[in-house]
């Protein structure tokens, strides 16, 4: 019998992701398109922007402050264009979608306060809020296996539908892993696979058996690795039965809702404050960035196994409230030793972060599918370990 108190020897853990048809992935891509095209012309725009969506609908609001001209009308269906709805008969086309704009510019006092008059060192942070990042030793990537693998299954089904090799396939989807894992005195050792949900939208012609044979051929058993494959994972694939009405057709769409799907799965933990449609001085998104860095590195040094780092800020305050670490008992060091390395090598003043990390570049729109981190990609310098002095 266990001791009171003391943790689960295995336990199952579960994360999600959804697809680039997804109505709130669908927004989240419009308004990091918005903001891109912003920073192409005006690297110093001030972007807060929302979209919703529904049938034959994409509304575009917030405040921007820009030097750059924008097409709203092209930028939004453009972006419906590349997702994949590109026809009435998928519930969304970007053809014939209606888009409204009802953007205005930033506040006179929330810019006084953040960056008027300030050197770029020296901007405060766009709001108050606590951000998050995590890292973990499970995977190459150095995020938790179920949200690495329920990521790659959705990017596999794009792929698939992309290049014809399931051509009934339908932008919008979601998936779903649960892990079996060991923990290893903090420690996260994963064991197997227990459980995958596929949910894909579909023409209505497939066959459902024929539509659950090909995702377990074409989309599952070329990501999943086999280390974590067995003959016993619990399979629901498309368990509705039916899935043809999809996209903001059969959901609303928000910016900002796959705040879980864009971070780490439901590990760690999360502030609460989006990143889509926010230009770099707002704190959500570039010290959320900031702070997979730091854990990244710290753990890519092997200074711990597995990292939380919270970081907090006050609106127009450049220096950040509070810096906390946490290495699940799996460190090195002390977590206080953590500490004053973070401190040593790390400046979080969002006007450093931004210098630090080049976040005035048009490179959001490719981060608003497929989550945030934990990709192998160039523009995502938040990716590249620092090397640490200690």
Known sequence: MSKPGSPLETFYFTSECVSEGHPDKLCDQVS?????????????????????????????????????????QSIVRNVVKDIGFDDSSKGFDYKTCNVLVGIEKQSPDIAQAVHENKKDEDI??????????YASDETPELMPLTHVL??????????????????????????QVTVEYKDEN??????????????????????????RKDLLEYVIKPVVPSQYWH???KLHLNPSGRFVIGGPQGDAGLTGRKIIVDSYGGWGAHGGGAFSGKDPTKVDRSAAYAARWIAKSLV??????????????????????????????????????????????????????????????????????????????????????????F
Not at 51 to 65: C, D, H, N, P, W
Not at 124 to 133: L, T, V, Y
Request: charged letters at 25%.
């Open 231 to 233: 003959d016993g994972v």
């Open 150 to 175: 329920s990521t790659q299954l959705c990017q596999k089904l794009s792929e698939v539908r992309r290049n014809n090799t399931l051509k009934y396939l339908r932008p919008d989807g979601k998936t």
């Open 186 to 211: 903090g420690a996260m050792k994963p064991q197997k696979v227990h459980t995958i949900v596929i949910s894909t939208q579909h023409d209505d012609v497939v066959t459902q058996e024929q539509l």
């Open 32 to 72: 990091d398109a918005i903001l891109d095209a912003c920073l192409k012309e005006d690297p110093n725009s001030k972007v807060a922007c929302e979209s919703a969506a529904k049938t034959g609908l994409v509304f575009v609001f917030g405040e921007i402050t820009t030097k750059a001209n924008l097409d709203y």
């Open 300 to 389: 890519a040094a092997k200074l711990a196994r597995r990292v939380l780092v919270q970081v907090s800020y006050a609106i127009g305050v450049a220096h950040p409230m509070s810096i906390y670490v946490n290495s699940y008992g799996t460190g090195a060091k002390s977590d206080a030793e953590l500490l004053k390395v973070i401190e040593k090598n790390f400046d979080l003043r969002p006007g450093v972060i931004v210098k630090d990390l080049n976040l005035k570049r048009p490179i959001y729109y490719k981060t608003a599918r497929f989550g945030h981190f934990g990709r192998n990609e160039p523009e995502f310098t938040w990716e590249h370990p620092k090397k640490l002095n």
């Open 124 to 133: 405060g942070a766009g709001d108050q809020g606590h951000m998050f990042g």
